[in-house]
């Protein structure tokens, strides 16, 4: 199956795909191909741990690759699989190597969006980037955690790594002037760090990590002293392939590299400019078919929050308008709307094939204070883009105030703080979310995993009910006294509703309940009185 790529770039997240060989810009003679090796050598962990995610690639069989005449592009780890491209049809694979199908292949337009100026602009001694931006965060509780964390003696992201997958960046612009920058990659090459000196290619990932990043006072960023991974996946110079496998590879080394939260805009639906012919079937779009969004999910189940642009096709498909990674599971999806909390009309909605809503939240989107080209350095844009990185920045700040808590947790957090967290719908998600809801993290918080019963002395029923879960995904659950011993165990596949029935003492006192799985870990305690 062909997943295909495009960065959001203001109001255009979908672009025309190279469907042919030989078009202006493919990498190679013949588009990438997916290739899945069969195993990680004689001494490889269990299959589906996290031991065997990060156990390398067999040196063996990519030396035998190579020799038949592959090239290889980047490799997979976590699903043991590598991209590799194929130069004539028919190449025979050696044995332990099987086809996966094509890597995403695509092309984007070199402009950006125009986005017009207000109608009436303010005088010249009001600096209205900076009005409008502290109104944005004022409705997200931006300004007031950054008080909280001062009060604490705690810059904004001190001690927090975040990466962002993006086009180029310029490290010589005033949002990344300075910022600790742990580790930049060029994944499309063929240099190996992806600055932009000049100042003349598309400006997309400077943006998008400046609203995080910036130190600089005329346009700042949410947590400047925050550890930054920069990395570029998409080509954003001209019109040359921009394949999804660089996508994996990032947040595959993202992860390596320590990183908390990932912040991405690229997404994965259309073939064409105007959104009317889709890349792969709507039954595909279930958050666990296409490799974007495996890798996704994979990063938040592995302990990072993962937050990712929801699209711009909503004015033209409307509902189902969710691509990939978007639809992932585990992950914060974002919409974006405009000062009113109304759905910009090009946010992308769900649901998901699989009926799970989406996106998760939504925050500005229209008319973002954003980095500009000299010299002023500022602009205003459009997009689910935008919208992203100022959740993205919520999460590093999260992660500040409550450090205790997991990702999955914190993507429950922040579903429970928005604006519609006791009434979601597809439009706008959780609604709008604000980190003042969210100081008592730590104790607010509730666990997914619960005891009730309907009357007492009516049996005891265990739910597991997060609204992040997805159905036939891997869990555990169990009870144990204070003592330590299991009361009740469970491990399976999960199915949304589903509950146990555990045969409790009714005077047992303290009971802790534990969970774990594709979706993390964690505990709580339950009393169980009479």
Same mark, same amino acid.
């Given at each position: 199956?062909?997943?295909?790529?495009?960065k959001?770039? /203001?109001? +255009?997240?979908?672009?025309a795909? #190279?469907? &042919?060989?030989?078009? *202006?810009? $493919?990498?190679? !003679?013949?588009? =990438?191909?997916?290739?899945?090796?069969?195993?990680?050598?004689?001494?490889?962990?269990?299959?589906?741990?996290?031991?065997?995610?990060?156990?390398?690639?067999?040196?063996?069989?990519?030396?035998?690759?190579?020799?038949?005449?592959?090239?290889?592009?980047?490799?997979?780890?976590?699903?043991?699989?590598?991209?590799?491209?194929?130069?004539?049809? /028919?190449? +025979?694979?050696?044995?332990?190597? #099987?086809? &996966?199908?094509?890597? *995403?292949? $695509?092309?984007? !337009?070199?402009? =950006?969006?125009?986005?017009?100026?207000?109608?009436?602009?303010?005088a010249?001694?009001?600096?209205?980037?900076?009005?409008?931006?502290?109104?944005?965060?004022?409705?997200?509780?931006?300004?007031?955690?950054?008080?909280?964390?001062?009060?604490?003696?705690?810059?904004?992201?001190?001690?927090?790594?975040?990466?962002?997958?993006?086009?180029?960046?310029?490290?010589?612009?005033?949002?990344?002037s300075?910022?600790?920058?742990?580790? *930049?990659?060029?994944?499309?090459?063929?240099?190996?760090?992806?600055?932009?000196?000049?100042?003349?290619?598309?400006?997309?990932?400077?943006?998008?990590?400046?609203?995080?990043?910036s130190?600089?006072?005329?346009?700042?960023?949410?947590?400047?002293?925050?550890?930054?991974?920069l990395?570029?996946?998409?080509?954003?110079?001209?019109?040359?392939?921009?394949?999804?496998?660089?996508?994996?590879?990032?947040?595959?080394?993202?992860?390596?590299?320590?990183?908390?939260?990932?912040?991405?805009?690229?997404?994965?639906?259309?073939?064409?400019?105007?959104?009317?012919?889709?890349?792969?079937?709507?039954?595909?779009?279930?958050?666990?078919?296409?490799?974007?969004?495996?890798?996704?999910?994979?990063?938040?189940?592995?302990?990072?929050?993962?937050v990712?642009?929801?699209?711009?096709e909503?004015?033209i498909?409307?509902?189902r308008?969710?691509?990939?990674?978007?639809?992932?599971?585990?992950?914060?999806?974002?919409?974006?709307?405009?000062?009113?909390?109304?759905?910009?009309?090009?946010s992308?909605?769900?649901?998901?094939?699989?009926?799970?809503?989406?996106?998760?939240?939504?925050?500005?989107?229209?008319?973002?204070?954003?980095?500009?080209?000299?010299?002023?350095y500022?602009?205003?844009?459009?997009?689910?883009?935008?919208?992203?990185?100022?959740?993205?920045?919520?999460?590093?700040?999260?992660r500040?105030?409550?450090p205790?808590?997991?990702?999955?947790?914190?993507?429950?957090?922040?579903?429970?703080?928005?604006?519609?967290?006791?009434?979601?719908?597809?439009?706008?998600?959780?609604?709008?979310?604000?980190?003042?809801?969210?100081?008592?993290?730590?104790?607010?918080?509730?666990?997914?995993?619960?005891?009730?019963?309907?009357?007492?002395?009516?049996?005891?029923?265990?739910?597991?009910?997060?609204?992040?879960?997805?159905?036939?995904?891997r869990?555990?659950?169990?009870?144990?006294?204070?003592?330590?011993r299991?009361?009740?165990?469970?491990?399976?596949?999960?199915?949304?509703?589903?509950?146990?029935?555990?045969n409790?003492?009714?005077?047992?006192?303290?009971?802790?309940?534990?969970?774990?799985?594709?979706?993390?870990?964690?505990?709580?305690?339950?009393?169980?009185?009479?």
């Open positions: 199956m062909r997943a295909q790529g495009a959001l770039l /203001g109001m +255009r997240m979908s672009l795909i #190279l469907v &042919a060989a030989g078009l *202006a810009g $493919a990498a190679g !003679p013949f588009p =990438p191909r997916w290739l899945r090796l069969s195993d990680k050598g004689p001494q490889e962990p269990k299959r589906g741990t996290r031991a065997w995610q990060d156990a390398p690639i067999r040196a063996d069989l990519l030396d035998s690759l190579r020799k038949i005449g592959w090239k290889i592009r980047s490799q997979y780890k976590w699903e043991n699989m590598v991209s590799a491209e194929e130069p004539s049809v /028919g190449l +025979r694979l050696p044995v332990g190597v #099987l086809d &996966a199908g094509p890597v *995403a292949v $695509a092309h984007r !337009p070199v402009s =950006p969006v125009a986005v017009a100026g207000r109608a009436a602009p303010r010249a001694s009001v600096d209205e980037y900076t009005i409008l931006l502290r109104a944005i965060w004022a409705t997200l509780g931006i300004d007031e955690a950054q008080k909280y964390l001062s009060q604490a003696g705690r810059k904004p992201g001190q001690g927090i790594t975040i990466a962002f997958m993006d086009g180029w960046f310029q490290p010589g612009h005033p949002v990344l300075g910022v600790d920058i742990a580790d *930049a990659y060029d994944f499309v090459g063929p240099s190996t760090l992806p600055w932009d000196y000049s100042g003349n290619s598309d400006m997309h990932g400077t943006q998008t990590s400046g609203m995080v990043a130190p600089w006072k005329s346009l700042p960023g949410i947590a400047p002293n925050a550890r930054f991974l990395y570029r996946t998409e080509n954003d110079t001209s019109e040359t392939s921009a394949e999804e496998d660089n996508l994996a590879a990032a947040i595959v080394r993202a992860d390596s590299m320590g990183a908390q939260v990932i912040s991405t805009s690229l997404g994965y639906r259309y073939v064409t400019l105007n959104d009317d012919s889709a890349l792969h079937p709507w039954s595909d779009y279930d958050g666990r078919t296409l490799v974007a969004s495996r890798a996704a999910a994979t990063a938040a189940r592995r302990g990072i929050v993962v990712v642009a929801a699209g711009n909503g004015s498909v409307g509902g308008s969710i691509g990939s990674p978007a639809d992932a599971d585990s992950i914060l999806t974002i919409g974006a709307v405009d000062t009113s909390g109304k759905r910009c009309g090009f992308s909605w769900g649901p998901t094939f699989d009926g799970r809503i989406k996106p998760d939240l939504v925050a500005s989107g229209c008319y973002d204070p954003i980095a500009g080209p000299a010299p002023d500022r602009t205003y844009g459009n997009g689910t883009s935008y919208a992203a990185p100022l959740v993205a920045g919520m999460a590093v700040l999260a500040q105030i409550a205790g808590l997991s990702s999955q947790e914190l993507v429950a957090a922040f579903r429970s703080s928005g604006t519609l967290s006791t009434r979601p719908d597809s439009a706008v998600g959780w609604g709008v979310p604000n980190l003042l809801r969210m100081y008592g993290l730590r104790k607010s918080s509730t666990s997914p995993l619960y005891l009730t019963r309907s009357a007492t002395g009516a049996p005891w029923m265990l739910k597991f009910d997060a609204s992040f879960a997805q159905t036939d995904s869990l555990g659950v169990e009870l144990r006294d204070v003592q330590g299991i009361l009740f165990r469970w491990e399976g596949r999960w199915i949304a509703g589903q509950s146990w029935k555990p409790l003492p009714t005077k047992l006192g303290i009971v802790v309940a534990n969970w774990w799985g594709d979706f993390g870990q964690g505990a709580s305690k339950c009393v169980v009185a009479p």
